[in-house]
C-alpha cells in the first residue's frame, strides 16, 4: 500500500471516529472503522473495537452477527480469551490497567437453574459479570400478583450496575434461568476505578440508561410483544425526560415527535367535545403510553396533556416507533385495537359526565 493510499484511509478513519462519537450505538459506523483499522494494520485496536462492536449486537439481540464477529475476532488474534474475553465486550475500548483494577479479589459464584442471585428491593451494592448462561432480570410492578420478566443476560452482561451507581434498593430480582456462572466484582476496587478511569463510570452509566429503558418498554403491554431485538432498538434510541407537577407536556393540535412510555408520575389528559367543553379524562399511569396512535399516524395531538406529580417519560423517536410498527404488523393490529378501546371508554365516560 503506498503513502497516498495510507493517508486516504488514514482520512476516512477521522470522518468514521467522528461519526461513532455522534452515533456511539449504530453499528455501521463501527463496523466500517474495523475495517478501516485492519486495512491499516493496527489489530489491537481493531480487535478492541470488534468486542465493542459485539456488545452493541448483543443489546439489539442479533446473535448471529455478534457471534459471526467474536469468530472473526478469535481468527484474527489467535486466542480464545479467557476473563478478559467475557469482559471486553461491555466495556470494550477500556484500558488494561482498569480491567486489571476491576479484576482484583473478584469472587466467581456458581448458580444453578432457578437460583437467585439478587432479590428485589434489597439494599446490597454489589456487581457482577455473567461468564455462561442465562440469567433472568424480573420486575414485580404494583398491583400485581408476579413478576415480569424484563430482559435475559448473558454472556458480557454487566449485572448490579443501577443499585451500585445510584445507591438504591434492587429494582429487579435476577434468577437464574439456566446453570450459570458469575464473577463477583470488589466494590473497593470498582469505586477506585471509577475515581481513576472515568471512562469505566460513562460505560456503567449508559449501561444502566439502557436497562432502564428496555424495562420500560417491557412494563407496556403492548410494546412487550415486540421481538427482543426490535425492544433493543427502540431502547437505544430513546431518551428519559423528567417533568415536575403541572408541566404541560403538549397542546391540542400540536405533533409531538416522540411517543411516550410512563415511568413514573401521573399525566392528565384535557379533551375538548364537539360543542366546545372541556373534559378531564382518566389519568395516564406507568406503563401506560402518549401519543402512539398519533405518531403512527402523523397526526398532531387531539388533548392536552398536563403532569400531575414529578413525572419521568421515556420519549422514543415518532420516526424510529412508525418505522418498528410497519416491521411488526401484529404488534401495530393490538395497537390500534387497544385505542378503539380507549376512545369506546372515553366517550361513554364524556357522555356519563355531561349526561
Known amino acids: 500500500m503506498d503513502d497516498m493510499q495510507v493517508k486516504e484511509l488514514e482520512h476516512k478513519e477521522v470522518l468514521y471516529r ?11 459506523y463501527l463496523r466500517r472503522l474495523v475495517e478501516l483499522l ?14 465493542q462492536l459485539e456488545r452493541i449486537y448483543k443489546n439489539r439481540g442479533e446473535k448471529g452477527s455478534a457471534k459471526s464477529l467474536k469468530d472473526l475476532r478469535h481468527s484474527i488474534s489467535g486466542s480464545d480469551d479467557t476473563h478478559s474475553g467475557t469482559l471486553n465486550p461491555f466495556l470494550s475500548g477500556i484500558k488494561p490497567e482498569a480491567i486489571s483494577m476491576l479484576m482484583r479479589d473478584v469472587k466467581r459464584i456458581q448458580l444453578n437453574e432457578n437460583e437467585t442471585l439478587i432479590k428485589q428491593g434489597d439494599t446490597d451494592d454489589s456487581m457482577y459479570i455473567v461468564l455462561d448462561g442465562e440469567l433472568a432480570v424480573l420486575v414485580l ?8 420478566l424484563v430482559h435475559i443476560l448473558r454472556e458480557g452482561a454487566i449485572v448490579g450496575e443501577i443499585a451500585f451507581l445510584e445507591g438504591r434498593s434492587r429494582s429487579a430480582s435476577i434468577i437464574a434461568n439456566t446453570r450459570a456462572s458469575v464473577l463477583m466484582l470488589s466494590s473497593k476496587w470498582v469505586l477506585k476505578c471509577l475515581l481513576k478511569f472515568p471512562e469505566v463510570g460513562d460505560y456503567l452509566r449508559q449501561e ?14 403492548i ?41 413514573s408520575g401521573l399525566v392528565r389528559i384535557v379533551a375538548e367535545d364537539s360543542l366546545g367543553q372541556s373534559h378531564v379524562l382518566e389519568p395516564v399511569k406507568p406503563g401506560g403510553t402518549i401519543a402512539d396512535v398519533a405518531a403512527l399516524q402523523d397526526e398532531t395531538s387531539i388533548a392536552d396533556m398536563v403532569t400531575v406529580t414529578d413525572t419521568a417519560i421515556l420519549q422514543i423517536p415518532a420516526e424510529k416507533f412508525r418505522s418498528l410498527m410497519e416491521d411488526n404488523p401484529s404488534v401495530k393490529t393490538r395497537l390500534l385495537e387497544d385505542h378503539a378501546k380507549r376512545i ?10 355531561t349526561g
Do not use: C
Open 18 to 28: 467522528q461519526m461513532i462519537d455522534l452515533y456511539p450505538n449504530d453499528p455501521k
Open 38 to 51: 485492519l486495512q491499516l494494520d493496527r489489530e489491537d485496536e481493531a480487535i478492541s473495537r470488534m468486542r
Open 141 to 148: 410492578y404494583r398491583k400485581q400478583n408476579s413478576p415480569r
Open 208 to 221: 444502566s440508561d439502557f436497562r432502564k429503558h428496555l424495562t420500560a418498554i417491557n412494563g407496556n403491554v
Open 223 to 263: 410494546l412487550a410483544r415486540l421481538p427482543d431485538e426490535a425492544k433493543a432498538d427502540l431502547a437505544l434510541h430513546a431518551k428519559t425526560m423528567h417533568y415536575p407537577p403541572f408541566a404541560v407536556i403538549s397542546r391540542s393540535e400540536k405533533k409531538l415527535r416522540w411517543v411516550g412510555i410512563m415511568i
Open 344 to 353: 369506546s371508554t372515553t366517550m361513554v365516560y364524556i357522555k356519563n359526565k
